[in-house]
């Protein structure tokens, strides 16, 4: 923690200052230097919780924190193998399927052309949060039964998004991964529930958020129990010209920041199949360490994002370019 303090402060103004925040933060040592002081705390996790003790003390004009003091959890954590339903270390990883599930037979058949395509997993998208209370919202809990065939179909994990903490028990009963969408990303009792699923969760970066408030939710997401984070980019487009699509910088920034795997979503950045397809392969190449992404053996027939769903065949060159193979 580094604090700035007032200019001209005096002496006796500096020394009450040292006194409070001894008396605030017991155990902290001060290192004093010319205009700021910095404040080490100990324990991880516990300047966080001080910066609202400090920053409206008298003589003090700003405090600052690092990404490691706010997220202890979520940064620094090395680069190590990711134990889960993916095996990051063998290459990209394509999760891929319609935006939502609908009718059975057609999740079904793309769902097994998907695997023979080069899919590592499969969207299982039950519930859909959508802007509009008219549009299609998923076909809900009786999908389940629909993805439970597919796995069993298929022998690849599920990946679902919970869009409410009553949802989560019933969901991680039957899907290997929970995703935690952009609009969702700050609904903090949603990401405890979902941490203490115990299962893999997947984290979408939210519109507009900072690289910070992106590692701030997967901190909630540690701190409550989750062993195994998954990041997502997913990029800030609204469809308006010369809006930005994947923020590529901010992805490697999450990848170096954490060791944790990041994904790109190369369907939502783009709102377009064929520009998804150009977005997929630079992702890749950027480094992201796979995708996840909307595809259908006929997106046309979509009632949500058939627009940005690409063909099985589209997917399938996208996966062979990138030398992506089944894993077991």
């Known amino acids: 923690m580094i604090i700035k303090t007032e200019k001209g402060l005096s002496r006796d103004a500096l020394r009450l200052l040292l006194e409070k925040l001894a008396a605030r933060l017991p155990g902290c040592r001060v290192i004093r230097a010319a205009g700021s002081l910095k404040v080490s705390l100990g324990a991880p996790g516990k300047a966080g919780g001080a910066l609202a003790l400090v920053e409206n003390l008298p003589g003090v004009a700003s405090v600052s924190l690092s990404d490691l003091e706010l997220c202890p959890l979520a940064c620094a954590r090395g680069k190590k193998t990711f134990r889960g339903p993916f095996d990051f270390s063998a290459g990209p990883v394509f ?47 009786p999908g389940l039964k629909i993805i439970a065939k597919a796995k069993k179909l298929t022998g690849l994990p599920l990946v679902t998004e919970a869009v409410d903490t009553r949802q989560v028990e019933r969901l991680a009963a039957v899907c290997d991964v929970l995703q935690i969408g952009a609009r969702n990303m700050r609904n903090y009792e949603l990401l405890k529930e979902t941490a203490a699923s115990g299962l893999t969760v997947l984290l979408k970066r939210g519109m507009r958020a900072t690289l910070r408030e992106w590692l701030l939710s997967a901190e909630y997401l540690f701190k409550y129990g989750a062993k195994k984070v998954i990041l997502c980019e997913r ?85 062979g370019k990138f030398q992506c193979r089944p894993r077991s």
């Open 95 to 141: 999760i891929a399927g319609p935006c939502a599930v609908e009718d059975e037979r057609l999740y079904l058949d793309s769902a097994a052309a998907l695997k023979a395509a080069g899919a590592h997993g499969l969207r299982a998208a039950l519930f859909k949060p959508r802007s509009s209370p008219y549009a299609f919202q998923g076909i809900g809990w």
């Open 235 to 319: 990029g800030d487009s609204l469809n308006s010209p010369g809006a930005p699509l994947l923020d590529l910088k901010l992805l490697a920034a999450a990848k170096k920041l954490t060791g944790l795997p990041v994904l790109a979503d190369p369907s939502h950045a783009s709102r377009d199949r064929r520009v998804a397809a150009e977005l997929a392969v630079k992702a890749l190449k950027a480094g992201a360490d796979g995708l996840l992404m909307e595809a259908s053996l006929d997106p046309m027939k979509a009632r949500v994002d058939g627009r940005q769903t690409v063909t099985v065949d589209v997917f399938r060159a996208i996966a």
